[in-house]
């Protein structure tokens, strides 16, 4: 089984530039998410989707960050304009996202985009 | 809210050396408590998870008890190998939250 899939795996750019990271799922999970990971600490959540839908996003810069679910599939994370402390990983995760009990359903990690904003 | 706390690194061992990583949380309810691993250039992974009081959770030699009552998940193995040097964290969900809170990791080096 294929598991979740990121682009690019690196990235540099200047601040105040735009940057996009893309984000496949494991084939048949409804529950998409986003992390950023400083470096030293643990992931810390974005935004979550539940197929399209956006089911948490309180911890998204949303004057600069913005995410898409489009077909509630694949999905993309944006940073305009990007600042010096974006720079992180960026790891995506898929699940399978069933009913009550969610809280024992397992993430499953894409390797994740290293960004470096100079 | 929901927090986790972990050991801080680094640890460095060496082989056949006993290993625990302290972890403790702070939720509110029924948590499910996870421990994912991440092997140098690779993905967070799923090492192993217990959804409920007294729970273990076991997976390649790795252990770690759910104790509600010490509000604790501590990661242990008992004769490590130089193939688990990886960065080790421990998470939380809510029994009806999806979202996982991370403690910082905990780096570990295991030495021939």
């Known amino acids: 089984e294929a598991g979740v899939a990121q682009s690019p795996r690196y990235k540099i750019i200047e601040k105040r530039q735009s940057v996009a990271f893309w984000c496949n799922p494991i084939s048949g999970h409804a529950t998409l998410y986003w992390y950023q990971q400083i470096l030293g600490q643990g992931p810390k959540l974005l935004i979550q989707f539940q197929n399209n839908g956006v089911v948490d996003d309180s911890q998204l810069p949303k004057d600069r960050f913005s995410a898409e679910r489009l077909k509630g599939v694949d999905s993309t994370l944006k940073i305009q304009p990007a600042k010096l402390e974006d720079s992180a990983v960026y790891l995506c995760?898929?699940?399978?996202?069933?009913?009550?009990?969610?809280?024992?359903?397992?993430?499953?990690f894409g390797p994740g985009t290293r960004l470096t904003v100079l | 809210g929901n927090s986790v706390t972990q050991m801080e690194g680094p640890v460095t061992l060496s082989e056949e050396a006993f290993l625990t990583i302290n972890c403790t949380y702070t939720?509110?309810?029924?948590?499910?408590l996870f421990w994912y691993v991440q092997y140098p250039g690779e993905g967070l992974q799923l090492l192993l998870k217990a959804t409920k009081a007294d729970d273990k959770g076991s997976n390649k030699g790795f252990e770690a008890t759910y104790r509600k009552e010490t509000t604790s998940f501590h990661l242990e193995k008992g004769s490590v190998q130089v193939s688990d040097s990886a960065v080790y964290f421990c998470a939380l969900s809510g029994s009806n939250d999806y979202k996982l809170s991370f403690g910082a990791g905990t780096t570990v080096t295991v030495r021939a």
């Open positions: 995760a898929s699940s399978l996202g069933a009913g009550p009990g969610v809280g024992t359903d397992t993430q499953y």
């Open positions: 939720a509110t309810g029924y948590p499910s």
